[in-house]
């Protein structure tokens, strides 16, 4: 115990400044708080910077690439994205194509011309060119062998009459995703089928966003029997398959961007309107909206300012989970052939078009199917956090 | 039916709230919920009528019919002298300023999504009462009467304890001043200290506003407190009505005696003394009430009659209004 | 009087995101076999935190820091989850607020006391059913035979909650903690409650914790006292002490605050909201609140002091060196 003059001061009554002292504690708002536990979670994290890494590609690759979507260079038809090279001398390189042809390359990958052979000997097998003044052979007479007997090499690179073994393995520098059947490049086809991809599923979204929260707004406030009715064109609607729809549209409009989103339009809200319609079921009986109604707020106030920004939590995951949905629709409905058309590049037509190909370039598949694969991960592992991250039960 | 005058604010007649439920699978099988079944009273301007009763009484009930937020099944709602019980929503606009309501959960009753100053804006656009300057000074002002201060204005209700958030819902309903307010079990969900806190401030803004209360409310004590006159629910009948001090001091129907010995006293010696009745078994189920008097099945004064004849509230004493066929024995002490 | 459970200053805290929220700051109290202890306060107290401390039902991020918890001569907070496991329910059993979600829905009432007994005691089927159909007459409810096959949303709120003390008491518990037992219940269905358990109490021997915030409850069930604020003890003492001799101003205030029936004067509120425990003052809790505050309060936790045989208030204003201060308070 401190004695002395220190004393009397204790025990003097505490003025009120020092009573009413209170720290003020930082709080967050839904989202503040939703944010911080999106970040927490580290596959939507990923899923979030792919997707906004998509966004960024999509938009401005085309713009910076030599190549566009369409341009066509049929010598370099089928060039993979990873070949093998060989060395002719110093400053020559050869690549030798699946289909028997031979170009000419960089030692970095760059293609430089298609060679014409000097002579083609079928009789022995063998097409002989001229590479700046040397002599080279492809000699393939163990190609037919090699068919049943794989680990046969199927052709010989003779440079002056001295077989050369593959020099090195190189990317392809010009076309980084290779080119297709038509010597188009496939990267900036990818490309292009991300702006497609994208552009769907944003529209679609945008579409049965309004569509959705108006109808399903509705249906759940009105409650009864305009309910009733509005759930049951609802059930109809949803009965009827998406491709249904498509092929009957095509009786009308040409098969196109525009079908698929057209039919994508009559869908999807629906997923969308049951779930504001859940939502606004549900708050609809909470306080704050008996509160409205009794300060004297019309029906469309309190589904504005009060059912609706209530609801947004599902409403966003909602969203978030129905792009990798659209974006597959597309996909699969070019694929069949029910969507854009030649020479537009999407992701489905892509993969439909890799088709024929697809034993000796698997190349042409892989790299559509992986674009469509990563992308709906991405959207799929953010709509998962986010409907974490905005479940208000979770929040404390 | 009981003492009016020029006073009276609002009256009650017969006023019934059913809720139907069809339970029949082709042929229409209705099943009724009757919440609130005739009941009548009056509450005069100025004064606070607290109305109590359990659960499954009918007390909210009423008050939510009261401000229309459920229709009216039967009986009329006479506000200033006009009936509002079958107005439309058009024709209860004017209605929507002099008849406010302050809820219970002060947690549920605040969107959470808006700021205080928007919540207790609200009233004032949708009325058209101010706006631009004059909109945020009246906010402030309101936020002042209810012991708050400007900064709260653009903050969010999760930042606010029970009792404040309480506060801003008083706020609100204070925004289009109204006449008459529905005070919906508000003190409840708060804390014991916050609950006086919050009382008193409503007792201060009926005396300086002149407004009248309905307050509902399970907790007997603080009712006797706040209430003028009190009115007691059963079962969606009213059983007893009678001024406050007259109420706790001689009850006369069984169902208020019983309720008002049930209610522990903080006071050990006076609680160890006290005769409780407790009451045996549990409230019947509403969808099939006892026939007679409701009560009589927990009454243990029930006689034959009581389950043959429904007992009507009647005016046994000045202002004392009891529905039980033996009230007259028990004001003048006659009854076992 | 043999010690039942005595708690030596428990500190428990939850570590969110924000920081350390501190919601008991040092507890230590002691409850003897048989007796009935009211634990009073309100919300943020710590009251109900201290008990699922004793329980071990703390959720995550929930920790007891520190301190001791002996019960039966062994400190609960060093046993083992395993351990812990044969305490509750056993030895020390624990009936909640809401009886709506503290049973089970998908099971029977009957299953869910038998899963109770045959957890504890090794006794067969059979067995366990009579057991369990005694309960259900022990707590009042009638038709026991047919009633034990009953789901809970059959009952109504009253009968639930007789339910729950009939799972809490079908191992003969020593202690039972009672957490707001009443406060979600009808004032009538209340009183049927509280007179079981003074009933049950008297039958078993059963010791009680009741939390609370109606102080009418405590007066009614209660033979000793503690108020708790912000995490701590203001008071502790016998239940006549509390209520006709209070010597803490936070107690003084709640007795003042409450209406009673007899008058009719204006409440007197505790002005002021209780503390954040986020960053708990560090003086005492309810200085900033207390109209007898001084300086020393704002700087320094109080010690307890002594006023009487058994009661103890934590407040500066019973030190010798303070100034005389009349503490007008009390019921009476």
Known sequence: MIKGEGMDKRWEKASEEIKGEKKIRPSLTYWQDAWRRLKQNKLSMIGLVVIILLFITAIFGPMVSKFSYEDQDLKFGNIAPRFDIYEVDKSNYIYVHPEYKLFTVTSDGELLDSLRPVK??????????????????????????????????????????????????????????????????????????????????????????????????????????????????????????????????????????????????????????RIVRGQTLSIKQHEYVMAAKTIGAKNFRILSRHIIPNAMGPIIVSLTMMIPNAIFTESFLSFIGLGVSAPQASWGTLASDALAGIRTYPYQLFFPSMAISITMLAFNFLGDGLRDALDPRLRK | ???????????????????????????????????????????????????????????????????????????????????????????????????????????????????????????????????GEARQKRIYELLDTVGLSKEHASRYPHEFSGGQRQRIGIARALAVEPEFIICDEPISALDVSIQAQVVNMLDDLQKKLGLTYLFIAHDLSMVKHISDRIGVLYLGKMVEIAESDALYDKPLHPYTRALLSSIPIPDPELNAKVDREILKGDVPSPLNPPSGCRFRTRCKYAEGICSEKEPLLEEIAPGRFVACHFSREFYEGTKK | MEKLIELKDVKTSFFTHLGEVQAVRGVSYSLNKGEALGIVGESGSGKSITSMSIMGLLQYPGT????????????????????????????????????????????????????????????????????????????????????????????????????????????????????????????????????????????LNTSIILITHDLGVVADVCSRVLVMYGGLIMEEGKVEDIFYNPKHPYTVGLLKSIPKIEHKERLVPIEGTPPDLLHPPKGCPFAARCEHAMNVCMEERPEFFECGEGHRSMCWLLHPDSPKTELKGGVR
């Open chain 1, 120 to 273: 083609n000997d079928m009789m022995n097998s063998q097409k002989i060119y001229e590479v700046d003044g040397k002599r080279v052979v492809l000699d393939y007479k163990n190609a037919k062998l090699a068919k049943k007997n794989p680990s046969i090499q199927k052709y010989k690179i003779l440079v002056e009459n001295k077989e050369t073994e593959v020099t090195k393995r190189v990317f392809n520098k010009t076309y980084f995703f290779g080119t297709d059947s038509h010597g188009r490049d496939l990267f900036i086809r990818v490309l292009y089928g991300a702006r497609i991809s994208l552009t769907v599923a944003i529209v679609a979204t945008l579409v049965n966003f309004f569509i959705g929260i108006f109808y399903g707004g509705i249906s759940g406030y009105l409650g009864g029997r305009v309910d009733a009715v509005m759930t049951r064109i609802m059930d109809i609607i949803s009965t009827i398959p998406l491709l249904l729809y498509v092929i009957l549209l095509m009786v009308i409009i040409a098969p196109g961007l525009k079908t698929i989103i057209i039919a994508m339009g009559i869908t999807f809200w629906v997923r969308m309107a």
């Open chain 3, 64 to 203: 007891v820091k520190s301190g001791e918890i002996i019960f039966k001569g062994e400190d609960l907070l060093k046993k083992n989850k395993k351990e812990m496991r044969s305490v509750r329910g056993n030895e020390i059993a624990m009936i909640f607020q809401d009886p709506m979600t503290s049973l089970n829905p998908v099971y029977t009432v009957g299953d869910q006391i038998m899963e109770a007994i045959r957890k504890h005691q090794n006794v067969s089927k059979a067995e366990a059913l009579k057991k369990a159909i005694e309960m259900l007459i022990l707590v009042g409810i009638p038709d026991p035979e047919k009633r034990i096959n009953a789901y809970p949303h059959e009952f109504s709120g009253g009968m639930r909650q007789r339910v729950m003390i009939a799972i809490a008491l079908s191992c003969e518990p020593d202690l039972l903690i009672a957490d707001e037992p009443s406060t979600a219940l009808d004032v009538t269905i209340q009183a049927q409650i509280l007179d079981l358990m003074k009933e049950l109490k008297d039958k």
């Open chain 2, 1 to 131: 039916m009981d003492n009016k005058n020029d006073n009276t604010l609002i009256e009650i007649k017969n006023l019934k709230k059913y809720f139907s439920k069809n339970t029949g699978f082709f042929k229409k099988k209705m099943q009724h919920l009757k919440a609130v079944d005739d009941i009548s009273f009056h509450i005069k301007k100025g004064e606070t009528f607290g109305l109590v009763g359990e659960s499954g009484c009918g007390k909210s009930t009423t008050g939510r019919t009261i401000i229309r937020l459920y229709d009216v099944t039967g009986g009329d709602i006479i506000y200033d002298g006009k009936n509002i019980s079958h107005l439309n929503e058009r024709e209860l606009e004017p209605y929507r300023r002099k008849i406010q309501m302050i809820f219970q959960d002060p947690y549920a009753s605040l969107n959470t999504r808006m700021t205080v100053g928007d919540i207790i804006g609200e009233p004032l656009d949708i009325h058209n009462l101010a706006k």
